[in-house]
């Protein structure tokens, strides 16, 4: 069977030397190897975060460290900001954890409006706030600066971000953002295999989870910071990934970050760019659109999945033909990950090709 390229915004294209490294001989969980290995790739993960926090690996999606933030973090009530698929999904995890929740919605295709938070939390009934930076379902990234100057109001409220689909793909400075917890995975922008989830918490994220009993043990956030103190993981982690992510960060250093950044701003201005002059609209409202990915809305009313076959059985390549009660109607095509200039202006020369059919 040849290999399909993926150009979905998730999982994303493995690059052959990350997974050289993902395949390369084990070692003891427990063992001074193991150590080494998490303490030589902790500065730049720090650095990646913008933090000076222990960063965390979890062997998990990054739901498992979502559902532990609201297990770790919530004693009276969350308040799960809900702007498409994944952050409409954290509520209904909010109540299956047995937590006082309730949503704030805004129309799929906008982000989460800072005035409309700010109102929600003068009430002072909540106490945990969950934010989707960048809602891969719809296209949006709403806007963590604005969110944050908001959250500073309301210094009793920590902020949950998922910065699942933006991480190193746009700078988010944790500790000057000041956000309590920030958590993604490995397969989207990272462009790791799946399996592993990364975040790092506040002083008062600690804080609060010493005082909640029922943190249960896997995603523990004290757990998880007792045993980086050793250089060590609470449970059994994925080696593998972890050899695999120290390969990607020789790579996003070797690049740079800023030349990281400008570099996913670049290839997310090539398929707009597409997305114009082919007629096709955003679902995401101008302002708000991601770096990382596009969620084109199906103005010309193609057949998506005709289109993709045809971009599979021509190209051996697939775009994502949407998602959740968009799906058919928008489009979605990432340009994250160790996508290039001619990578991406080759996918849309496929596509070109494939509308024409």
Same mark, same amino acid.
């Given at each position: 069977?040849?290999?399909?390229?993926?150009?979905?915004?998730?999982?994303?294209?493995?690059?052959?030397?990350?997974?050289?490294?993902?395949?390369?001989?084990?070692?003891?969980?427990?063992?001074?190897?193991?150590?080494?290995?998490?303490?030589?790739?902790?500065?730049?993960?720090?650095?990646?975060?913008?933090?000076?926090?222990?960063?965390?690996?979890?062997?998990?999606?990054?739901?498992?460290?979502?559902?532990?933030?609201?297990?770790?973090?919530?004693?009276?009530?969350?308040?799960?900001?809900?702007?498409?698929?994944?952050?409409?999904?954290?509520?209904?995890?909010?109540?299956?954890?047995?937590?006082?929740?309730?949503?704030?919605?805004?129309?799929?295709?906008?982000?989460?409006?800072?005035?409309?938070?700010?109102?929600?939390? *003068?009430?002072?009934?909540?106490? %945990? @706030?969950?934010?989707? +930076?960048? =809602? /891969?379902?719809?296209? !949006?990234? &709403? *806007?963590?600066?604005?969110?944050? %100057? @908001?959250?500073?109001? +309301?210094? =009793? /409220?920590?902020?949950? !971000?998922? &910065?699942?689909?933006?991480?190193?793909?746009?700078?988010?400075?944790?500790?000057?953002?000041?956000?309590?917890?920030?958590?993604?995975?490995?397969?989207?922008?990272?462009?790791?295999?799946?399996?592993?989830?990364?975040?790092?918490?506040?002083?008062?994220?600690?804080?609060?989870?010493?005082?909640?009993?029922?943190?249960?043990?896997?995603?523990?956030?004290?757990?998880?910071?007792?045993?980086?103190?050793?250089?060590?993981?609470?449970?059994?982690?994925?080696?593998?990934?972890?050899?695999?992510?120290?390969?990607?960060?020789?790579?996003?250093?070797?690049?740079?970050?800023?030349?990281?950044?400008?570099?996913?701003?670049?290839?997310?201005?090539?398929?707009?760019?597409?997305?114009?002059?082919?007629?096709?609209?955003?679902?995401?409202?101008?302002?708000?659109?991601?770096?990382?990915?596009?969620?084109?809305?199906?103005?010309?009313?193609?057949?998506?999945?005709?289109?993709?076959?045809?971009?599979?059985?021509?190209?051996?390549?697939?775009?994502?033909?949407?998602?959740?009660?968009?799906?058919?109607?928008?489009?979605?095509?990432?340009?994250?990950?160790?996508?290039?200039?001619?990578?991406?202006?080759?996918?849309?020369?496929?596509?070109?090709?494939?509308?024409?059919?």
């Amino acid at each position: 069977m040849p290999h399909i390229k993926l150009f979905i915004p998730g999982p994303i294209e493995v690059s052959p030397k990350t997974l050289a490294a993902f395949s390369k001989p084990m070692i003891g969980h427990r063992s001074n190897d193991f150590k080494k290995l998490y303490a030589a790739i902790h500065p730049q993960l720090q650095t990646l975060f913008g933090t000076k926090q222990p960063v965390f690996l979890s062997t998990s999606s990054a739901w498992g460290v979502m559902e532990g933030a609201i297990r770790n973090l919530v004693s009276k009530k969350v308040l799960n900001c809900m702007c498409g698929a994944f952050s409409d999904k954290w509520l209904d995890v909010s109540l299956r954890c047995g937590k006082q929740a309730e949503g704030l919605k805004f129309e799929w295709g906008t982000p989460v409006d800072p005035q409309a938070l700010d109102a929600k939390l *003068s009430s002072g009934e909540f106490d %945990a @706030v969950t934010v989707i +930076h960048n =809602e /891969t379902s719809t296209g !949006v990234m &709403s *806007s963590l600066k604005d969110i944050c %100057a @908001v959250m500073k109001k +309301h210094p =009793e /409220t920590l902020l949950i !971000v998922d &910065s699942v689909s933006s991480f190193s793909g746009v700078p988010i400075p944790m500790d000057e953002l000041g956000i309590d917890v920030l958590l993604t995975g490995s397969q989207k922008a990272l462009a790791l295999p799946p399996g592993l989830a990364l975040f790092a918490c506040s002083d008062r994220a600690f804080e609060r989870a010493a005082t909640l009993k029922d943190r249960g043990y896997y995603f523990d956030f004290l757990e998880f910071k007792k045993n980086q103190a050793d250089d060590m993981t609470p449970s059994t982690p994925s080696i593998g990934h972890i050899y695999a992510l120290q390969s990607k960060l020789e790579d996003i250093f070797a690049e740079g970050l800023e030349a990281r950044y400008a570099r996913h701003a670049k290839l997310n201005a090539m398929v707009a760019d597409w997305v114009v002059r082919n007629g096709f609209e955003f679902f995401a409202a101008e302002g708000a659109r991601s770096k990382t990915l596009t969620c084109v809305k199906n103005t010309k009313e193609i057949d998506v999945p005709a289109l993709n076959t045809r971009l599979k059985e021509r190209y051996h390549a697939m775009i994502d033909g949407g998602y959740g009660k968009i799906k058919g109607k928008t489009f979605r095509i990432s340009n994250m990950g160790d996508e290039t200039e001619e990578t991406i202006g080759q996918l849309l020369g496929w596509l070109d090709d494939c509308l024409k059919g």
